[in-house]
């Protein structure tokens, strides 16, 4: 932001609320006048220690309001009123940002829906999973940043369900990036502090991590010598080379087709795959290390799935679980072209492909329930008086309630989780502990032993002695809406028809390729069971099932793919 456009105030609240230097009239007057000579469309307002005392910043906002109706106006006490200056002051920021922009574009949308739909609510939705109402995300745009892959793992926990599995790790892959997330007991951990375009935000969003490995990731020799993939990619527009479009760099959907592992073509034989564009893409990085071009697209495949590992490593593993005890759900346009090898390096048994494995961000958000979040900051020690905190929990459970009675009557009964941010005094970052139902705080032994616990599971390691403290009460209010209830998006009948095969030779490693039957999935009928290897081909998808591997079908139409470790 120029400096130009960043205007003071003399006030000051300190860090108990109280009010050091009273804003003045002179100063708001002022700071209107410096915002209308701006001609800016939106205002960030934010104040040290509003998130306490927010009554400067609401003096402002009325005033700003009154004077200047068509501005839009973000206060750091509605965005995400907590501690962190700096994290504060960027989230509001990039919230003003995205406010003319997002309001211009919803208010369209709602007037398109309302003259196919007029009886159609919408919900959009939010980096936590949850949705909210039109006007709410005109109001709070920044907390859709992260939305689409979050409603791909909300997605993904349905269609779980639907198999019997509770336990998921979530694999996305698309054309640029893959995301990854840990589902335990069909919930996905949450993280409050991100990074969105290079600035920070404070922000409730599931606790996806994603790396720069899709399709479109672009093959290539580092300076160290070695080949690299990724995370340049060839994006949509040129696209891979073998998309005909004007690619020239090798990609890893070129290095599929060349192995084989990919058909013809792709949407319904809408777009056609050329293997000779792929083959001269790569044929400049073949000569360069002096290997074969299906020794070449091994290794691009074999280097995007160690990203891909480390990604899940990191969601896993270096948390403390251990990802053979979970499933692995595929989905993305590429997701199940890679998940099957990447389960058998980790070590997990199963794959999971969901039904439309491209569409399942759209499916999670058919299935999402309407949410809000509340946040306040409190210091509090454990072993000190926890009548601050406790008084906070209360107030912000009782906004929780008033938020769930204002949604429709008719809905299904609300429900609120309850959260405290805890930390070893000295520390600088927090651990979200989750406390059971109701309005009082539990018993400092047991926030002790829950703080212990959830630092050795993500850490390693805990101290029993060293003093701990809470800094945040944070409560989620969620109710399904109305048009929602009894509903389970994503269920499809699956009509078998007669299996349609072609044999095609895939290469899965140097030595020779192998006769694979690529067959439709719309054949696939509930209870079939197929050994590997073989590739499921579908509109919005391609699924390669390796040797040694067993695909079956199950009743809502997810595939589940048993791997032999053996």
């Known amino acids: 932001m120029p400096r130009e456009r960043r205007f003071e105030v003399h006030e000051r609240i300190g860090p108990s609320g109280e009010v050091i230097r009273p804003l003045s009239d002179a100063d708001v007057k002022r700071a209107v006048a410096d915002v209308a000579a701006s001609k800016a469309e939106s205002v960030a ?21 009154m004077a200047l109706p068509q501005v839009h106006v973000s206060l750091s006490c509605d965005v995400q009123p907590e501690f962190r200056e700096y994290e504060r002051l960027s989230t509001t920021v990039l919230n003003a940002f995205l406010q003319p922009v997002v309001s211009r574009y919803l208010a369209h949308l709602k ?24 006007g709410r995300a005109t109001e709070m745009p920044i907390r859709t940043a992260l939305s689409g892959p979050a409603a791909g793992v909300v997605g993904a926990i349905t269609a779980g369900l639907r198999t019997g599995h509770s336990n998921l790790i979530t694999f996305d892959m698309g054309g640029t990036s893959t995301d990854v997330c840990l589902v335990l007991d069909a919930k996905a951990e949450m993280a409050f502090g991100r990074s969105v375009a290079g600035f920070p935000v404070r922000l409730p969003s599931l606790d996806i991590h994603t790396v720069g490995a899709g399709g479109g990731s672009i093959a290539h020799i580092a300076s160290d010598g070695l ?8 994006g949509a527009v040129p696209g891979p080379a073998c998309y005909g479009y004007g690619g020239t760099d090798p990609t890893v959907s070129d290095a599929n087709l060349v192995l084989g592992r990919l058909p013809d073509a792709l949407i319904g034989g809408r777009m056609r795959l050329d293997r000779s564009l ?38 896993s593993i270096e948390r403390g679980y251990d990802p053979r005890n979970f499933a692995l759900m595929a ?39 309407l949410e809000e979040s509340f946040v ?11 009548a601050p905190a406790a008084a906070i929990c209360v107030d912000l459970t009782e906004a929780a309630s008033r938020w769930l009675d204002k949604r429709d009557a008719l809905g299904t009964t609300g429900s609120q989780d309850v959260a405290l941010d805890m930390r070893y005094v000295g520390q600088n970052f927090e651990l979200a502990i989750p406390i059971p139902q109701g309005k009082s705080l539990p018993h400092r032994d047991w926030l002790r032993r829950a703080f212990l616990d959830a630092h050795q599971r993500k850490y390693g390691h805990h101290d029993p002695t060293a003093a701990i403290e809470i800094v945040n009460v944070r409560v989620t209010a969620r109710k399904a809406p109305t048009d929602l209830v009894g509903q389970s998006p994503g269920v499809r009948q699956i009509h078998a028809s007669p299996v349609s095969i072609i044999t095609r030779p895939v290469w899965f490693g140097t030595n020779r390729p192998i006769g694979v039957p690529f067959i439709e999935r719309n054949g696939l009928a509930p209870g079939m069971t197929l050994e590997g290897p073989l590739v499921v081909t579908q509109y919005d998808a391609t699924t390669l099932v390796p040797p040694h591997c067993r695909l079956g079908v199950e009743e809502d139409g997810n595939i589940v793919i048993r791997i032999n470790h053996d």
């Open 331 to 369: 989905f993305g346009g590429a997701g199940g072209l890679h998940a099957v090898e990447i389960a058998r390096e980790i070590g997990i048994r199963t794959v999971l492909v969901p039904p439309a494995p491209g569409i399942l961000c759209a499916e999670g958000v058919a299935a999402s329930v």
């Open 376 to 386: 306040g900051s409190c210091r509090a020690a454990i072993e000190g008086d926890l």
């Open 45 to 65: 307002v934010c104040f040290l220690f509003s998130f306490v005392n927010p009554a400067h910043e609401r003096r402002i906002e009325r005033a700003l309001r």
């Open 278 to 315: 792929a083959e001269a893409a790569m044929t400049p990085l073949a000569q360069r290390l002096g290997l074969s071009l299906c020794e070449t697209a091994l290794g691009i495949i074999r280097i995007v799935n160690a990203n891909m590992m480390r990604a899940i490593r990191v969601v």
């Open 111 to 134: 007037d398109a829906v309302a003259s196919h739909a007029p009886d159609a609510g919408i919900g959009v939705c939010q980096s936590s999973g949850g949705l909210m109402s039109l």
């Open 227 to 234: 080949m690299r993939t990724g995370p340049m990619s060839a």
